[in-house]
């Protein structure tokens, strides 16, 4: 039995999470949930020696010290750190992991992994995964369509097709359907058979690349380059520059996935949350008896249905309001009503157009 690859992608800044989350140290690194950062948890599900490799992260320049961190607060010492010389967007880094993976291995299966997603039913997870293995085997690449809850528009989705033969569980791709409005999110609600697309992937390294240089021949040719004239660095790889830079910018369902020949989708409901903005928190997270969400010292005096965040040496305090989210981190406070909490990359957006003077 081949042990499977993970292959962690941890390029995400996760804007809407901001003061907590920033381009130097992003969402996927920050204890948001309570539990660990969302990288650590990522991590964790993969954790099994006896079913999943050493882990590849795929990262940029800027968070390698904290890849570094959290392997090591882990235990990890095997992991590689493939090192993006520029973001390119998921498929060329796919490829980049699909192409060391491959020379560890010729028979390696890659699971692709976004570093910041929440899962509360990780063994439900791992039984999807076993469900779609004997179609990865087959040639297939397989995607995994969490059950939604909601018609929700800030999401694709996967039309389920026919079931496959020899994979209970498993069912051909019939479409893939991008963000709707929110008429037709209800509508495929209402039929079934749809489900949201998580980016999360299981296939065969050479299936992927196969596929990759059928559809996208300039992309798969400059990341086959880029690895061949690697520089080697401990456990980091350094992927040539001049000829990663020189790859189309593309995400993986564009560019492989919507166009691919055996696709296959393993619906699951594992509790699944991109973790988009501080709504999402608030839904996550353990709550009071009047529906608050208390992270770090906080003082919640006739007040409900809040998201309330203090990080350390920090304390928030609030009277008679609802459905806030109050975050206090750093020389930073936040104060934006939970329905429009989307609307924090606005500010993301005024600080990088009205940088602060420097001293």
Known sequence: MNMIVPV?????????????????????????TGKGSMFLQTLERAADRGRFAPPLVVCGPAHVAHVEADLAAAGIADARIIIEPAARNTAPAIALAARVALADDPAATILVMPADHVMTDVPAFLAAIEAALPATDAGALATFGIAPSH????????????????????????????????????????????????????MRAD???????????????????????????????????????ASPSNSVDYAVMEGAEQVVVAPVDPGWSDVGGWAALHELGDKDESKNVRLGDVIAIDARG??????????VAVV????????????????????????????????????????
């Open 151 to 202: 018609p929700e528009t800030g999401y694709g989705y996967i039309a389920m097709g026919d079931p496959l033969l020899g994979a209970p569980g498993v069912y051909r791709v019939r479409r893939f359907v991008e963000k709707p409005p929110r008429d037709r999110a209800e509508a495929m609600l209402a039929e079934g058979g749809h489900y949201w697309n998580a980016g999360i992937f299981l």
């Open 207 to 245: 299936r992927f690349l196969t596929e990759l240089e059928r559809q996208q021949p300039a992309m798969a040719s400059s990341c086959a380059t880029a690895v061949a004239k690697s520089r080697e660095d401990g456990a980091r790889c350094h992927p040539d520059a001049e000829a990663f830079l």
């Open 306 to 315: 809040n998201y309330l965040h203090a990080a350390t040496g920090k304390r």
């Open 320 to 359: 008679g309001v609802s459905d806030l989210i109050v975050v206090a981190h750093g020389d930073d406070i936040l104060v934006i009503p939970k329905d429009r909490a989307q609307e924090v990359k606005a500010i993301v957006e005024y600080l990088a157009a009205n940088p602060p003077p420097t001293a």
């Open 8 to 32: 962690i992608l941890s390029g995400g800044s996760g804007t809407r999470l901001w003061p907590v989350s920033t381009g130097t140290a992003p969402k996927q690194f920050q204890p948001l």
